[in-house]
């Protein structure tokens, strides 16, 4: 890059260059980035840096959105890497126009590519039942695990949901000839969730015989259904923990998290025949293209089986 004398007090750095360290030292002390995160910025803005110098720009003034957009549409990679160095680019050009070293923010229009969906990844039937069934014993902590795994799977409730259920969604009169469970999910909304028989039955038996004693272990009242080993409310932590200890029962090894019974929930009652317009509603989702991600799942496993069992789909 260029060494001339463009800076006051003899500084042989660029106005751009010492920009770029002012940047670098507002994400540090102002920011407070991660020490990764900071070298991937430096990294991706020198070499933009070096491609401006090679235009002859040194200063944050000369660059246009022509330099800008014809730099993005040159770089290479996985997706993924070009967009982080498209952000590393807008953010650096939003600093400069926020610390009014720009008038105006050149890189506004400029967007990254578009990231592949990453599709949610389901377990089959068999995999869930395996799970379920991998939690036994009359201990208040298995009796717990239990209601917890069958509840999740049952409603499609994210954890954050059924950490925050009440003993009233549950027990509420109105709510079990249905039956059905009230969930309040993001925003405060409340939505009522049907629940079947397995977890209906999962939920009254702990509440009945485990509940009580987990609250007593403590001695300090509490309406939250889901309770820890020492009386206080479950931790979403220590919820993770009884998933990974059933999965490694179960004999099930790839990644899993409370999500994923989540996403099994809706994949498996799409198979089923569910229309999407009601499992968004179970979902809680407040627009239905955040659910049709599910249907791609279902149409590809429909690909698959179709392909494995047709004698001509080859």
């Known amino acids: 890059m260029s060494t001339g004398n463009n800076g006051a007090g003899g500084d042989p750095r660029s106005e ?6 002012h940047y670098v ?4 002390l102002e920011r407070g980035r991660s020490v990764n995160t900071i070298s991937a910025y430096s990294r991706d803005l020198l070499a933009y840096l070096t491609y401006l110098d090679s235009l002859g720009i040194s200063t944050p003034g000369a660059i246009t959105s ?3 957009g014809t730099y993005v549409e040159g770089l290479e990679g996985a997706a ?4 982080r160095k498209v952000s590393s680019i807008k953010n650096f050009h ?3 126009q926020d610390e009014k070293v720009i008038a105006e923010d050149v890189s506004f229009g400029v967007t990254p590519p578009a990231l592949p969906a990453r599709l949610p990844q389901a377990l089959t039937i068999s995999e869930v039942q395996a799970l379920l069934d991998s939690v036994v014993g009359d201990e208040p902590p298995a009796l717990r695990d239990r209601a917890l795994l069958e509840f999740l799977y049952a409603t499609g409730a994210r954890i954050s949901e059924a950490l925050a259920l009440s003993v009233d969604d549950v027990l509420d009169d109105s709510l079990r000839a249905a039956p059905s469970i009230r969930v309040t999910g993001k925003g405060n909304k409340q939505r009522i969730v049907p629940v079947g028989s397995f977890a209906r039955d999962a939920l009254d038996t702990y509440l009945t015989r485990a509940r009580p004693a987990l609250l007593s272990s403590r001695g300090r009242a509490t309406a939250m259904v889901f309770l820890g080993n020492r009386g206080g409310a479950l931790s979403r932590q220590n919820a993770w923990l009884i998933l990974q200890s059933a999965a490694e029962r179960a004999g099930l090894t790839r990644s899993l998290s409370p999500h994923t019974l989540r996403h099994s929930f809706a994949t498996h009652i799409l198979a089923g025949g569910a229309d999407i317009r009601v499992v968004q509603e179970l979902l809680g989702h407040s627009s239905v293209s955040t659910t049709q991600i599910y249907t791609k799942v279902t149409i590809d496993t429909l690909r698959e089986v179709y392909q494995s069992a047709h004698p001509r789909a080859r």
Request: charged letters at 25%; proline letters at 0%.
């Open 16 to 21: 751009l260059e010492r920009s770029l360290e």
């Open 94 to 96: 939003r600093y400069l």
């Open 80 to 83: 993924t890497t070009v967009a």
């Open 66 to 68: 022509t330099h800008v």
């Open 25 to 28: 030292r507002y994400l540090t």
